[in-house]
């Protein structure tokens, strides 16, 4: 886990403003849910033949007895939500959440135990325009924030029926080269054979080359879907490859599964992942209800942009306001806060560290601020203040009270 520092919160916050404008622009609302739930949740959502399940989850009993997990991806949580609070029956939502998620996993590049996503669903829309709406604003979110190009891939798992129809041919194949698959693969092969599609060992990707490929054993129903998708997508000039092998790595996928890759990440090549659940709402105890979503990895989102260069926020003051003497604090906290009134974009410190104004003109410059404000017991008592820019050769000049704000504004564009 790690701590995120003033100097970084500035790229976080770009982030998080662009996204938050772009899901409003489109209709989704925010949601916050706990990062608390009851383990069976992620049990019964997630699977418990899943690593996640398994191996990463931080689950721990309570005072009470109960047994609790934190929150290893949101879209659970949200599901729970929309049921408890009967969002999810015969309506439909566009929902978004953010926050921190907490797996138990071998740290490396953009990859934390506690680490944050932003999380968009979208309920009760059973057609494949949603799908593509969801990619799309992807698309556009890299495009507002100056990401470089990601890859975007795409598959259908189908029906539960025919995915199972499917488990049935792959696991015999893959019974014929048991002994060459890597350890992990071997032991999903009883339990959650799908996911050895996904394997990352070369010797098990060289067999996984000649297995049945799903996209052949899809219903008909979801392979009109997949066409309709990708027929949007062309329209919306987003280009993607079909990668067959790809599965996800959890239980509740259907239909739809998409995920945004970089190879500028190292072995983190997923930026943003996501797919259709239409069965997990019911799965959890609420009548049937067609869903999708996606979850963007924020560390690895931030990553890109600092790798591509997108330029870093302006968090510096706009102005720093010098007092010396008794009379000059005083009135100083009042012109302050007079210019804050006045100016609610303004980032304006006041210093209080006290010393002459040789020390504070020193503060002043090191905070990056363009003007210094500069206040002393003569300006206090005349309520006057002087001007001085400081990334310029410009000259300090006296200004009255009222005559500040005009003067300061052009300074905040």
């Known amino acids: 886990m790690n701590d995120i520092l003033p100097d970084a919160t500035p790229r976080w916050q770009q982030l998080e403003a662009v996204t938050r404008a772009i899901l409003?622009?489109?209709?989704?609302r925010e949601i916050r849910t706990p990062v608390l739930e009851r383990t069976e949740l992620f049990a019964r959502a997630i699977g418990e033949v899943t690593d996640i399940v398994e191996k990463e989850m931080y689950t721990f009993d309570d005072r009470n007895g109960d047994n609790l997990t934190l929150r290893p991806e949101a879209t659970a949580g949200m599901v729970r939500a929309g049921l408890t609070h009967g969002l999810l029956y015969n309506q439909v939502?566009?929902?978004?959440?953010?926050?921190?998620?907490?797996?138990?996993?071998?740290?490396q590049k953009g990859r934390y135990r506690q680490f944050h996503q932003i999380d968009v669903e979208a309920y009760g829309l059973p057609g494949p325009d949603i799908d593509a709406e969801l990619i799309v604003m992807g698309a556009r979110i890299w495009k507002r924030l100056g990401i470089q190009p990601l890859e975007?891939?795409?598959?259908?798992?189908?029906t539960p029926e025919?995915?199972?129809?499917?488990?049935?041919?792959l696991v015999d194949y893959l019974r014929r080269h048991e002994q060459k698959l890597d350890e992990d693969s071997q032991r999903r092969l009883g339990r959650n054979p799908l996911r050895v599609l996904d394997s990352k060992d070369p010797g098990t990707r060289e067999i996984v080359a000649q297995a049945p490929n799903l996209l052949d054993h899809l219903d008909q129903a979801s392979r009109a879907h997949f066409a309709a998708l990708r027929a949007l997508l062309a329209d919306a000039g987003v280009a993607y490859v079909v990668n067959p092998r790809l599965v996800r790595g959890l239980d509740y996928y259907s239909r739809t599964v998409f995920e945004w890759v970089t190879t500028r990440l190292g072995a983190q090549d997923a930026v943003c992942s996501g797919g259709r659940y239409d069965?997990?709402?019911a799965q959890l105890g609420g009548r049937p209800a067609s869903a999708i979503g996606f979850a963007m990895g924020v560390e690895r989102l931030v990553a890109l942009m600092e790798e591509g260069e997108v330029p870093m926020p302006d968090a510096a003051p706009h102005a720093y306001l010098v007092r010396v003497g008794e009379r000059a604090e005083r009135a100083g906290f009042q012109l302050a806060e007079k210019l804050r009134d006045a100016l609610p974009q303004l980032r304006l410190v006041m210093d209080c560290s006290g010393g002459s104004f040789s020390s504070q003109l020193k503060r002043a410059d090191k905070s990056g601020a363009r003007i210094a404000l500069v206040l002393g017991e003569n300006e206090a008592q005349a309520?006057?203040?002087g001007f001085k820019p400081l990334r310029n050769n410009a000259e300090q000049v006296t200004l009255p009270w009222d005559a500040v704000v005009p003067r300061l504004a052009p300074w905040l564009e």
């Open 152 to 158: 975007l891939q795409i598959n259908s798992l189908g």
């Open 24 to 28: 409003a622009a489109y209709g989704y």
């Open 162 to 169: 025919a995915r199972a129809a499917y488990r049935t041919k």
């Open 93 to 107: 939502q566009r929902l978004w959440c953010a926050g921190p998620m907490f797996r138990h996993e071998r740290p």
């Open 383 to 385: 309520e006057q203040v």
């Open 279 to 281: 069965g997990l709402v």
